[in-house]
């Protein structure tokens, strides 16, 4: 059929058949060079388009999506933030604290709470010395282990830093683990929960450096802040906690429940630097979870204009 119309377009005369075959190989070296040609510019291509190589993106002239800026990361942060103050039916969303500060406040124990040679020994606070409407959220001993606040918390990323004890902690110590890979720092709380002025120093150094070890042995680094049981402290006290590498002793301003915050100064009100103590509890010692208390925390924190900061980045 092709010589046919070859024929046609040739006006009716019959071709010549040395002619044909010089045509056929001119078509085919033609064809061959033109091949060769795209081959070769194809490659050029993917070089110089595309470091992968001709088979990649580059090689059809494509690039791929621009990586995000900061304020869009900033917002889908935010974003993600929102969606979960709605799933666990938070009154507001929670504020974002500001950057941490390039160097550490200076800290002093507080008026009242000093013991002889306290110069010499971890300063005992209940407020951390800043300007920023910062508090900071603290959850002591380690009974209740409740999955849904872990992943509360990680959702609506608030910070917060644990105080342990061993008797309880060692029930799981995969629990606290994964709070650990959540960003929260694991700090001391001995490790029987004694009431320590009434222990001798050895006692109570045993009870410090003992919960030092657990926790260097278990999530493979040593406190450098410890609170007293209770909040019970005596000079042996903290010269045990300094012979142990403490560094600190936070105590706490105002305390969280599920129902309620209460607070230690008379205007009963939080303050710049207010530490908020809490527990790991559950439904069996309060009227509601450790999910609740957050909500009622956070309540009270962001309505009066606060946002929750990272302790360890201050002290």
Not at 105 to 129: M, Y
């Amino acid at each position: 059929m092709g010589q046919v119309r070859q024929n046609e377009q040739s006006g009716g005369r019959g071709p010549r058949p040395g002619g044909l075959l010089r045509r056929t190989r001119t078509a085919r070296l033609v064809a061959a060079g033109l091949a060769a040609a795209a081959l070769l510019s194809g490659c050029a291509l993917g070089q110089e388009g595309d470091p992968g190589g001709a088979g990649g993106p580059g090689a059809a002239g494509q690039q791929g999506p621009a990586p995000e800026t900061k304020a869009q990361r900033l917002a889908k942060k935010r974003a993600a933030i929102a969606a979960a103050t709605r799933k666990w039916g938070l009154a507001q969303i929670p504020l974002t604290a500001p950057a941490p500060p390039d160097a550490k406040p200076a800290l002093s124990t507080r008026d009242g709470f000093e013991v002889e040679g306290q110069e010499d020994l971890p300063h005992v606070f209940t407020t951390v010395p800043v300007k920023e409407r910062v508090v900071f959220l603290t959850i002591d001993d380690g009974a209740e282990k409740d999955p849904e606040f872990l992943r509360m918390m990680k959702e609506l990323d608030i910070p917060y830093s644990a105080f342990l004890s061993d008797y309880l902690v060692s029930e799981d110590y995969g629990y606290f683990r994964a709070m650990q890979k959540q960003g929260t720092t694991l700090n001391n709380h001995t490790i029987d929960h004694p009431y320590l002025p009434g222990l001798s120093y050895e006692e109570q150094r045993h009870q410090i450096c003992g919960m030092q070890d657990v926790i260097e042995k278990q999530y493979g680094k040593r406190p450098r802040l410890f609170r007293p049981p209770y909040g019970n402290y005596n000079q042996d006290t903290l010269k045990a906690a300094k012979s142990c590498g403490i560094e600190a002793v936070p105590l706490w301003n105002a305390e969280a429940f599920t129902d309620r915050v209460d607070y230690r100064e008379w205007d009963r009100d939080l303050h710049p630097g207010d530490i908020v103590l809490t527990h790991f509890r559950g439904t069996g010692e309060w009227d509601g979870s450790m999910v609740d208390m957050v909500r009622q925390a956070m309540k009270v924190i962001t309505s009066k204009g606060y946002a929750v900061a990272r302790l360890e980045d201050y002290v």
